[in-house]
């Protein structure tokens, strides 16, 4: 079983993710209800659970103000937001885990399962880079948190080559001809790319960056060199959008 307290201010919202909880995920036993940041704290510190449900938007002290009340966070936090897409944005950029409201069971399912497969609890650099583009100052982060097997990696946006399907995993292929992969789908790893505006989507499997490339071979839809000398095949239907960050 997972111990787990839920930390929300609206009662509807604590009866609701319980329900959820109770139908969908039998494996989860909640320890705790609270209805303030403060009440949450307490039976932090006193319960000891692996898993916390946090509201970010609490009076008096919100979601992201409790945590850095706590000198070491040593369980899994699943965020529960009705924040904007921008927002969702940063979450997924940290690769920390959210719900937004109003919670569906199949979302939740995908969460708490990501929970149990977690080898190590969220970092004070995560929350700091979530925390940071909430606040509308992520741009001053230069780092991709990429989700792996044992946790995460922080990668400097400008070491990443190029990106490449392969199921529901992506490798990362890297200035330092490391290669990571990634427990997330090619389409999640693009919307964590967003961001930074050298990187593009050249074909299904492939996602590049443009600093990179070395040359462009003309074809249907042609194939590009990267500057490690892998080749990267381009989707006709993504030719001409690449062709004009060359032109």
């Given at each position: 079983?997972?111990?787990?307290?839920?930390?929300?201010?609206?009662?509807?919202?604590?009866?609701?993710?319980?329900?959820?909880?109770?139908?969908?995920?039998?494996?989860?036993?909640?320890?705790?209800?609270?209805?303030?940041?403060?009440?949450?704290?307490?039976?932090?510190?006193?319960?000891?659970?692996?898993?916390?449900?946090?509201?970010?938007?609490?009076?008096?002290?919100?979601?992201?103000?409790?945590?850095?009340?706590?000198?070491?966070?040593?369980?899994?936090?699943?965020?529960?937001?009705?924040?904007?897409?921008?927002?969702?944005?940063?979450?997924?950029?940290?690769?920390?885990?959210?719900?937004?409201?109003?919670?569906?069971?199949?979302?939740?399912?995908?969460?708490?399962?990501?929970?149990?497969?977690?080898?190590?609890?969220?970092?004070?650099?995560?929350?700091?880079?979530?925390?940071?583009?909430?606040?509308?100052?992520?741009?001053?982060?230069?780092?991709?948190?990429?989700?792996?097997?044992?946790?995460?990696?922080?990668?400097?946006?400008?070491?990443?080559?190029?990106?490449?399907?392969?199921?529901?995993?992506?490798?990362?292929?890297?200035?330092?001809?490391?290669?990571?992969?990634?427990?997330?789908?090619?389409k999640e790893i693009e919307t964590r790319l967003n961001d930074f505006e050298?990187?593009?989507?050249?074909?299904?499997?492939?996602?590049?960056?443009?600093?990179?490339?070395?040359?462009?071979?003309?074809?249907?839809?042609?194939?590009?060199?990267?500057?490690?000398?892998?080749?990267?095949?381009?989707?006709?239907?993504?030719?001409?959008?690449?062709?004009?960050?060359?032109?």
């Open positions: 079983m997972i111990r787990a307290i839920l930390i929300d201010d609206e009662l509807n919202s604590i009866e609701t993710l319980s329900i959820l909880l109770a139908n969908y995920c039998p494996e989860v036993e909640i320890i705790d209800k609270c209805m303030s940041a403060k009440k949450g704290l307490e039976a932090i510190e006193s319960l000891k659970p692996e898993l916390v449900f946090l509201d970010i938007e609490m009076p008096i002290m919100n979601g992201f103000e409790l945590l850095e009340q706590i000198k070491q966070i040593n369980f899994c936090i699943i965020f529960t937001t009705s924040y904007d897409q921008y927002a969702i944005r940063a979450f997924q950029f940290s690769a920390l885990d959210y719900l937004l409201k109003p919670i569906g069971p199949k979302e939740l399912v995908n969460a708490v399962s990501k929970v149990q497969s977690q080898k190590s609890f969220p970092s004070a650099e995560q929350l700091n880079m979530l925390m940071g583009r909430i606040k509308n100052e992520g741009r001053s982060f230069t780092k991709v948190a990429v989700p792996t097997a044992e946790g995460f990696e922080l990668i400097p946006s400008e070491e990443i080559i190029f990106c490449e399907a392969t199921d529901n995993y992506t490798y990362f292929f890297l200035k330092s001809k490391e290669k990571i992969i990634a427990c997330r789908t090619l050298f990187f593009i989507r050249v074909h299904h499997s492939y996602i590049i960056n443009l600093n990179e490339v070395k040359k462009y071979v003309r074809g249907d839809g042609g194939y590009l060199v990267m500057c490690n000398g892998a080749t990267v095949n381009v989707s006709r239907n993504r030719k001409d959008a690449l062709l004009k960050w060359f032109s």
